[in-house]
């Protein structure tokens, strides 16, 4: 993994992100500039949103007892369940206790080397300490941290006090520092010896779909050798009993894989158009994703398939796309009219019922997310109408240098309270503010909608509630102009 760690580092250094030209990544971006007038953003507004204020107590009096404590368990370390917002998990314990450890894990929650340590403190119900920082591919990481760590390279994680700098080793010094819910099998069981050749499984895979992946030559030889490790996948995990790799509990092994599947799942229907998480070929591994999602740890931990399609090229270079593979793309893009009102029960493609969430719950944490950050939310709409970043980083969906349009500001404030009102009431609501410039709302609600990041901002569900919600909005404003 640190040889595949600094190869990944190495390219991303060089490397620009395929994203589909235009940046038409909703669907509307393009036609709706085009029916947009060239009015000032300036323009005036007749202020008919909802204000802030009627919005928080409107959430307030929908939400469940849970909802309502969500902040304060983040904050003093007792949700029930992992969150990417979390600096602090307790399990139970103290913050001394949580002190112990502290993982040094990428902001945007998008590194799987970062994932699988996570993970296992989830699992293993270890009480940690969270700081975050960049990625080489989107921002600058702070002075201390390249004192602590000189290659730069994440995860990092100080273990009683050790820095460690590898992922494998951290793990191997959470299980080794905390025994009492072992994630490896006793070395004398039946089970201890295929933990080492499902490890060398995992890696043959992830070699396999990375060659494929980031390549645009040999793709059948590429995509029969990949379904070939993927029916060897499947076979360990029948020959264990599933639905796990060692059987009916979870172990380090699924730790090791979890990351690397799901971007698996995400990036090869993109990509290459060919199914994972729900191909029938595999049913062993579709029973592994469901047992995966049911767990309190993963399910809040995964990202969508969307945020992983655009966030492995500026990691790995270049990934290469397949004629078969454009109909799925268009669809995890929403450039098939997926992310527009009203939404499917189900999506096509990836499960949305594994959080337990209905459409309401949904909506509410989506709702919820921007009321929490309604301000620096607001500016970071803004940078729509701004300019570019210099110097650029070779993450394009995530530009820490972009400037922010400070005279579009007061029409994103109103264009983004009609989103949440539309979130907490319904699409039928009334019609939105007179005096929004259609060009304005049109670019700086895009903005937003395209680098909605999951599991950094919100669960899936949400995610997809708040871009569809963005584009009833964005319509509603041209129509309306």
Request: net charge negative; aromatic share 8%.
């Amino acid at each position: 993994p640190a040889a595949w760690m600094a190869a990944l580092a190495l390219l991303a250094a060089w490397t620009t992100a395929m994203v589909k030209p235009g940046g038409g990544l909703g669907g509307m971006f393009q036609n709706m500039v085009k029916l947009g007038s060239t009015a000032s953003s300036a323009a005036v507004v007749q202020d008919r949103a909802p204000s802030w204020d009627t919005l928080t107590a409107l959430l307030h009096d929908q939400s469940s007892a849970d909802e309502r404590s969500f902040r304060q368990q983040l904050h003093d370390g007792t949700l029930p369940h992992a969150s990417a917002l979390a600096k602090m998990r307790l399990f139970g314990k103290s913050e001394a206790d949580a002190s112990r450890i502290t993982l040094y894990r990428d902001t945007a929650a998008w590194c799987p080397y970062c994932e699988k340590v996570w993970l296992l403190l989830e699992e293993k119900q270890v009480p940690y300490m969270v700081e975050k920082v960049n990625m080489n591919c989107y921002g600058d990481k702070p002075a201390w941290f390249w004192a602590m760590q000189p290659s730069g390279g994440i995860p990092v994680a100080k273990v009683d006090g050790k820095v460690i700098r590898e992922s494998n080793d951290i793990m191997m010094a959470i299980e080794q520092a905390y025994p009492e819910r072992p994630m490896l099998p006793r070395e004398d069981s039946a089970k201890a010896v295929a933990v080492r050749p499902l490890l060398t499984l995992e890696r043959q895979l992830f070699s396999s779909w990375f060659r494929w992946l980031t390549s645009g030559m040999n793709d059948g030889a590429q995509r029969h050798n990949f379904l070939a490790l993927m029916d060897e996948v499947d076979a360990a995990l029948a020959a264990q009993g599933g639905p796990f790799f060692l059987g009916e509990d979870i172990s380090l092994v699924d730790c090791m894989f979890a990351p690397f599947l799901e971007r698996m799942a995400a990036s090869l229907p993109y990509y290459k158009g060919l199914l994972v998480r729900t191909n029938s070929r595999w049913p062993h591994v579709q029973c592994w994703f469901s047992a995966m999602e049911a767990r309190p740890s993963f399910r809040y931990i995964r990202s969508d398939y969307y945020t992983h399609a655009h966030d492995l090229p500026p990691q790995v270079g270049r990934c290469y796309s397949t004629a078969e593979a454009e109909a799925y793309a268009a669809a995890i893009d929403g450039r098939d009219g997926s992310w527009r009102l009203p939404l499917t029960e189900k999506d096509a493609l990836e499960p949305l019922d594994c959080l337990g969430y209905d459409e309401g719950s949904a909506r509410r944490e989506a709702a919820e997310r921007i009321l929490g950050n309604k301000e620096a939310i607001i500016s970071f709409c803004a940078r729509g109408t701004g300019r570019p970043g210099f110097p650029p980083v070779s993450a394009p969906l995530s530009d820490p240098n972009a400037s922010v349009d400070e005279g579009a500001i007061p029409q994103v404030d109103v264009a983004l309270r009609h989103v949440v009102g539309v979130l907490l009431e319904s699409p039928d609501a009334d019609g939105v503010s007179p005096g929004l410039h259609p060009q304005t709302v049109t670019r700086t609600l895009g903005y937003l909608r395209d680098r909605i990041s999951v599991p950094r901002d919100m669960s899936y569900p949400a995610a997809r509630q708040l871009r569809a919600h963005l584009n009833f909005v964005i319509e509603k404003v041209n129509q309306e102009a």
